[in-house]
């Protein structure tokens, strides 16, 4: 039975509460005809009280017969019901909240805004009623004197009696001034005044805004007060700032400019603290119109900076730049490090082989073609807790310039040699590179397991390349290894921690860092990365730094086994994450206090490279004679993209000597990540090939280059790459014609042949005369025809043949313009493939 529902006649309600829930429907409607019924409970608050209590609350007391006071006022009305509300989101809540802790702190503000307000004005109140009470005492004070003056003198005792006091209290004048006066009922407390309306616009005008709600306003009490705006304010602190700036006069600041050999107005006026307009202005005086834009040169700047006041610092482009050798750290702040041992050999002579089987890993069988096309840093940590950094600089004969690179950077160089094999091309290149590095050498013979090894026989093949193995009374270390069975390893850690300790390695860790570019390769997730040797100093997370013309900020840093790090000292080999783009391989990193220095830094020596790039030098009659060489020659345009930047330079630098007079390779564009579509449109308009050293297009620029014919080569091995691109080169040129003299004849006599043609009869001097042979007629040793033989014929015969000593008689095509005493040779031409 609802609430609503009455009882029917005869029927008694039964016993119970009333339902504090109400449910109902209601129909909401949507866009597009879509329509939702919800059901909807609204609960309503239970009031519970004790019977009566109503009532006695709402009766009103009876007032007491008393006749002078008015009666009480009736008590308020009792309030109504509120309707029950519906709970708060969470979202409705926490705005509530915010909201009325947004007002409480308004009202506290107005509040204590008021009584500041009120405190200002009650003194400005006391100050007056100070001031009028002073001057109606001294009014007083002189009537006094003045009516004392006009009376007869008194007696003494009265006369001093009478004399006024100037240090009485105001009440002590009352008194004695009105003591004459009839005694008169205390008069009761006057009623402040009401304040008149303020009509001079000071603060507490509050017309302006009469009509204006605000929630400083709706909140407070009183509403007639009036704040001051924020523009006020300011305006206030910005009339204080004035008025004590003016308090002195304002003194010039005399500035230390520093000034390169050319700069522009703008940027000498930003130097100078002055304005840009003042100093074109005294450039026109002095003749030169210019721009704020143009550059002037440093004797230019120096005359305005000198007329402007201030002191001039001759700075050059050079000093911009970070000098290395300069930089040298004291004796007593090195410390030791661990020893960067880089090893080097020979290609497929077990280099990583030996790395990997003291690493305990398997790097060789994750390489294209068993060889090593990259350097490989890492840094092992052996039983007696001491650590050591390896290199692993590649084998092949292109990759020349990493292996220099590697023995510029490490303190021991491991030369390795196989047993069965013995010094090779790259071995003996390899010595060399440690002997201009000047940094001494251990030879481990590998492969001393195999059968066909003869260790003794590569130490004496090593005598002929200066290098004295101990064994043989000489200075040079030398360790017989094996990888497959690990024998002679702790042997070669033992001489390597030997040599290092010769060589008393040490580093300052405590200054800013400082390394070398191993690697360098554009990551498709990461961006730039660069395989990192810290030299000197700490590394740290956040460091900004400059490498070669690239600056950037150390994001993130990662170890040879793929750990986070957040600082690498001396010798320690980190992946670098941060990069503005990809630095060349052997570039020096340098940490600088700020982005500003590390960005002109980066500027500077990208603008020197630029300059050396597009730079010409000195002309000469022997470079102009090249150029035209050069400009005769065939150019082979190419781009190459590769995944680290020493592969990319080893590359280059191979391609460079493959060409030769005939043709030469033109690199359009070399980088650094995958090919993309900027790639395959600078090589569509040159018509030239794309080579991918294990890196691939994408998606869009393969759908490009199959549009506009462009070809795609990838490879993984240098080997493939570099025998494709000779043999294209060589299609390029076409094959190749060889000619050989097969016989030599003398034009005895001339005849007629036909109406127009010409008959000459040969005597063959050496060789043979063969119909359709290449032949050539020479007139003082000048050729004046090259073609061929028509008919040959001995009397009235034709032959095939005519061998020397013999007479004969030939008709040359499309010529007559022979003569008796002319020689005539006939050759075969020979067609080869072309070979570079």
Do not use: W
């Amino acid at each position: 039975m609802s609430d609503t529902e009455k009882p029917k006649l005869g029927m008694r309600a039964p016993l119970g509460i009333k339902r504090t829930v109400e449910t109902g429907q209601v129909k909401q409607s949507f866009s597009h005809g879509r329509q939702n019924t919800v059901v909807v409970e609204v609960k309503r608050r239970r009031i519970l009280g004790k019977p009566g209590e109503a009532e006695v609350a709402q009766t009103p007391a009876a007032p007491e017969p008393v006749v002078a006071a008015p009666p009480p006022p009736p008590p308020p009305p009792p309030p109504a019901p509120k309707r029950a509300e519906a709970p708060l989101s969470r979202q409705e809540m926490q705005a509530k909240l915010l909201r009325e802790a947004e007002e409480a702190r308004l009202s506290a503000l107005e509040e204590s805004r008021k009584r500041e307000e009120q405190a200002r004005l009650q003194a400005s109140e006391d100050e007056k009623r100070r001031a009028e009470e002073n001057r109606r005492a001294e009014e007083e004070a002189a009537r006094a004197a003045e009516e004392a003056a006009k009376a007869p003198d008194p007696e003494p005792v009265q006369e001093e009696a009478a004399a006024p006091a100037p240090a009485a209290a105001p009440e002590d004048r009352q008194e004695r001034f009105g003591a004459k006066r009839p005694a008169a009922a205390p008069a009761a407390p006057r009623k402040p005044e009401p304040a008149r309306p303020n009509r001079s616009g000071r603060p507490g005008d509050d017309r302006r805004q009469s009509g204006k709600l605000t929630v400083t306003r709706a909140l407070g009490d009183d509403d007639n007060a009036r704040t001051r705006s924020l523009a006020a304010l300011r305006r206030a602190r910005e009339k204080d700032k004035r008025a004590h700036q003016a308090g002195g006069p304002s003194v010039k600041q005399v500035r230390d400019v520093a000034v390169p050999e050319a700069i522009t107005v703008q940027e000498l006026a930003n130097r100078m603290a002055e304005r840009g307009s003042a100093l074109v202005k005294a450039l026109f005086k002095m003749g030169m119109p210019v721009t704020i834009n143009e550059t002037i040169d440093q004797d230019t700047a120096e005359l305005l900076v000198t007329e402007f006041g201030h002191n001039i610092v001759r700075v050059s482009d050079s000093d911009v730049d970070i000098a290395h050798d300069d930089d040298v750290d004291a004796p007593e702040t090195l410390k030791a490090r661990p020893p960067v041992v880089a090893i080097m050999g020979h290609v497929d002579h077990g280099k990583t082989s030996l790395l990997d089987a003291l690493r305990g890993t398997d790097v060789v069988a994750g390489e294209a073609g068993g060889i090593t096309q990259h350097i490989g840093a890492y840094q092992l940590t052996m039983k007696d807790k001491s650590k050591i950094t390896f290199l692993d600089t590649p084998g092949h004969e292109a990759f020349t310039e990493m292996r220099a690179r590697g023995a510029n950077v490490t303190d021991i160089v491991i030369i390795v040699v196989a047993a069965d094999d013995g010094p090779k091309p790259q071995t003996v290149e390899a010595i060399n590179h440690v002997k201009a590095a000047g940094v001494p050498m251990i030879v481990a013979i590998t492969k001393c397991d195999k059968h066909e090894a003869d260790p003794q026989k590569v130490r004496e093949q090593l005598l002929q390349y200066d290098v004295i193995v101990e064994s043989l009374s000489g200075d040079v270390q030398e360790v017989e290894v094996s990888a497959k069975t690990r024998d002679g390893l702790d042997t070669l850690i033992e001489k390597i921690q030997l040599q290092a300790e010769l060589s008393e390695l040490s580093a300052n860790p405590n200054r800013s860092a400082e390394g070398k570019v191993i690697e360098a390769r554009l990551d498709k997730g990461k961006g730039p990365v660069a395989t990192i040797l810290v030299q000197r100093g700490v590394l740290r997370t956040g460091d900004i730094f400059v490498v070669g013309s690239e600056s950037g900020r150390v994001r993130a840093m990662v170890d040879d086994k793929g750990r986070q790090m957040k600082e690498a000292g001396p010798s320690m080999p980190v992946e670098v994450l941060g990069l503005g783009g990809v630095p060349s391989a052997g570039d020096t990193l340098t940490v600088v206090d700020s982005e500003a220095r590390a960005r002109e830094v980066a500027a500077y020596r990208s603008d020197v490279a630029t300059k050396k790039r597009t730079g010409s030098g000195p002309a000469s009659l022997e470079s102009m004679f090249s150029a035209l060489k050069e400009k005769q020659a065939v150019e082979y345009p190419l781009v190459v993209k590769g995944d680290v930047q020493g592969s990319v330079e080893a590359i280059c630098s191979s391609l460079a000597k493959i060409g030769n007079d005939l043709i030469k390779v033109r690199i359009l564009h070399s980088g650094v990540g995958g090919i993309t579509e900027s790639d395959v449109t600078l090589a569509k308009a040159s018509g030239a090939p794309i080579i991918g050293f294990n890196v691939r297009a994408n998606a869009k620029a393969r759908e490009i280059a199959e549009k506009n014919h462009v070809a795609l080569k990838y490879y993984d091995v240098i080997y493939d790459l570099l025998d494709d691109i000779r043999a294209g080169m060589a299609g390029e040129l076409g094959p190749e014609y060889f000619e050989t003299v097969v016989g030599r004849a003398e034009i005895k006599e001339v005849f007629p042949a036909g109406k127009h043609g010409k008959a000459a009869g040969l005597l063959v001097l050496e060789g043979y005369i063969r119909k359709a042979l290449r032949a050539r007629v020479t007139r003082d040793d000048v050729i004046i025809y090259n073609g061929s033989i028509s008919n040959l014929r001995r009397f009235k015969d034709d032959v095939a043949e005519v061998r020397a000593g013999l007479e004969c008689g030939v008709t040359l095509e499309a010529t007559t313009d022979i003569k008796k005493g002319d020689m005539l040779e006939t050759f075969e031409v020979e067609e080869r493939e072309r070979t570079l």
